[in-house]
């Protein structure tokens, strides 16, 4: 039968392979908040909220070729999270730390199935189980693999990692032709564009700016600001500076704002910038005429087109 909520073992011989080990703690909380998010803040299975989240990884395995391929994360509760985990659950039951009865329960309510249900899924995960344990499998981290510094890593896993170059060696001020753009190159994680879409904006001098554009690239790659960038190209005249425009998707999320603020903090942009909402630069209001919420933070009213709730950080 098909069910909602199944139980996934990972392999013995893979206990040590996962995505969080293999992330700095910064680059985890990130992804797992946006999994959240993502989300919304339900349990991705059994849909309940007002709860703890979890981010479980979830993985494909290719038994032909002893693959482990990590498909996606998803936030789960407690209770779901228990039961994809049966083995280690169990564990817990005979130390006394958790009460398994409640989780079968779960397992039961979430799938509407029988107990005998449970119990013929139950031993089919576990044969399975016994059976990639025999095997040493290679982790294939898929998309994420963009995410690892080649020198990050706990070096216990053999891992696949997609050597690409997009060509994004290019360097700004050598650049003709408009504006140089970089994405995340991977989008689902982060929201789509609203109509309050906006950007920091940050002017740097024509002998800084390529070198800062190579640090925005790498942080977009990692997912640690929104979903696209672009700098301005060529020498800028004598006085002027180039820009570089990272985008957010909504102002009104004050937080996702200042979390990209501070992770262009962290690569070097300390004093002041500006934000700005697309639909200001659309209706054409460029240069001082930007309306700055000195007090920084987005006022509860939020009107689309008046131009308000910009800041300045
Ligand atoms: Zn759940």
């Known amino acids: 039968m098909d069910l909602r909520l199944t139980i996934e073992l990972v392999p013995s011989t893979a206990w040590n392979h996962n995505l ?9 909380d990130t992804l797992r908040r946006l999994t959240y998010k993502h989300y919304r803040y339900r349990c991705g299975i059994c849909q309940v909220s007002d709860t703890t989240l ?11 070729h002893h693959i482990q391929k990590l498909a996606g ?3 789960l509760c407690k209770w779901c999270h228990h039961c994809k985990h049966m083995g280690y659950a169990g564990i817990l039951a005979l130390d006394g730390e958790l009460d398994l009865t409640l989780v079968v329960q779960h397992f039961l309510q979430v799938n509407g199935c ?9 031993a089919q995960a576990f044969q399975t189980h016994r059976e990639r344990s025999q095997h040493e499998w290679t982790l294939d981290i898929g998309k994420y693999a963009r995410l690892i510094h080649p ?3 706990n070096g216990r896993a053999h891992l696949l990692l997609d050597e690409e170059n997009d ?6 001020t050598q650049a003709t032709g408009g504006w140089l753009y970089a994405d995340c190159g991977d989008a689902w994680w982060y929201p789509p564009d609203t109509p309050r879409s906006g950007k920091w904006l940050v002017f740097l001098d024509n002998d800084a700016i390529d070198d800062y554009w190579r640090l925005i690239q790498l942080s977009l790659s990692m997912w640690r600001l929104g979903r696209v960038a672009k700098v301005s190209t060529g020498l800028a005249p004598a006085g002027k500076q180039g820009v570089i425009c990272v985008y957010t998707y909504d102002y009104a999320d004050y937080e996702d704002v200042m979390r990209v603020r501070r992770e ?3 690569i070097g942009t300390r004093r002041r910038i500006p934000y700005k909402s697309n639909a200001q630069t659309r209706a054409g209001h460029y240069g001082q005429q930007w309306a700055y919420n000195e007090s920084g933070k987005a006022p509860a009213h939020v009107h689309l087109g008046s131009f308000e709730p910009i800041y300045r950080m």
């Open 20 to 28: 969080r080990d293999l992330l700095t703690r910064d680059q985890w």
């Open 54 to 64: 979890y981010c479980h990884e979830i993985w494909q395995y290719d038994d032909d």
């Open 73 to 75: 994360l998803i936030a």
């Open 114 to 122: 029988s107990r005998e249900d449970y119990q013929a899924h139950r």
């Open 151 to 153: 020198e990050q890593g």
């Open 167 to 172: 060509g994004d060696d290019i360097r700004p």
């Open 264 to 266: 262009l903090s962290s």
